[in-house]
């Protein structure tokens, strides 16, 4: 929250960012993205992204998931990054 930008700009963004809190307390935030097979060269591939931050007090993660594929399973963005945060024991607990 360092930005030249107003506190209540910033809180606005959180708060549409917010997705869900998970185990241990841990907030979820994040945008999904997605493009057709028109964005690739091949013509072939989608590409799929996933970008955002978990946080907890002042802890403070922040990733980005970028998917590359023939067929995207779109809705599995945000929980493949949920496991993958579990599994960097960045986050602990039970997912669902």
């Known amino acids: 929250q360092q930005l030249p930008i107003s506190k209540h700009a910033i809180q606005m963004t959180q708060n549409l960012l917010f997705l869900?809190?998970?185990?241990?307390?841990?907030k979820l935030y994040?945008?999904?993205?997605?493009?057709?097979?028109n964005s690739r060269p091949d013509g072939e591939n989608q590409l799929g992204w996933f970008v955002g931050w978990v946080e907890k007090g002042s802890d403070f993660?922040?990733?980005?998931?970028?998917?590359?594929?023939?067929k995207i399973n779109l809705p599995m963005r945000i929980?493949?990054?949920?496991?993958?945060?579990l599994e960097s024991s960045i986050i602990k607990g039970e997912i669902h």
């Open 79 to 85: 929980p493949r990054v949920k496991q993958l945060l």
């Open 61 to 70: 993660f922040s990733f980005a998931y970028n998917i590359c594929e023939n």
């Open 20 to 26: 869900e809190t998970l185990p241990g307390g841990w």
């Open 30 to 37: 994040g945008k999904t993205g997605w493009s057709g097979s």
